[in-house]
Nanobody
Framework: QVQWVESGGGLVQPGGSLRLSCLAS????????IGWFRQGPGQEREGIAC????????YYGDSVKGRFVISRDNAQNTAYLQMNNLKPDDTGVYYC?????????WGTGRRGAPDYEFWGQGTQVTVSS
């Protein structure tokens, strides 16, 4: 059974940093492209960063490019999101999925993953002074 357990969120001041983790179970992470998604207050859940299973190549949304770094440890079956220089607009619940929205790779197309069925509980990030 596919399961994700996201962790590492919390309350942080603007300009601070957090490192999120996403532990996968029920499948081998190394064979899949992995995405981090964010759902802000009153907003749709959208992809913000992806890492593929190959080179690995990484892709970022414009709102996080240059501040966030996605990585993976296949031996630990875990994906990570290092978030630096956090802003209040980064507030939201963060999720992992074995999906990468076309908008992150090609700049157009869907931004979320509405058909993905295996969402975890997410981890809350609040950026506030």
């Amino acid at each position: 059974q596919v399961q994700w357990v996201e962790s590492g969120g919390g309350l942080v001041q603007p300009g601070g940093s957090l490192r999120l983790s996403c532990l996968a179970s029920g499948f081998k992470l190394e064979y899949y492209t992995i995405g981090w998604f964010r759902q802000g207050p009153g907003q749709e859940r959208e992809g913000i960063a992806c890492i593929n299973s190959g080179a690995p190549d990484t892709y970022y949304g414009d709102s996080v490019k240059g501040r966030f770094v996605i990585s993976r440890d296949n031996a630990q079956n875990t994906a990570y999101l290092q978030m630096n220089n956090l802003k209040p607009d980064d507030t939201g619940v963060y999720y992992c999925a074995a999906d990468c929205p076309p908008a992150l790779v090609w700049g157009t197309g869907r931004r979320g993953a509405p058909d993905y069925e295996f969402w975890g509980q997410g981890t809350q990030v609040t950026v506030s002074s």
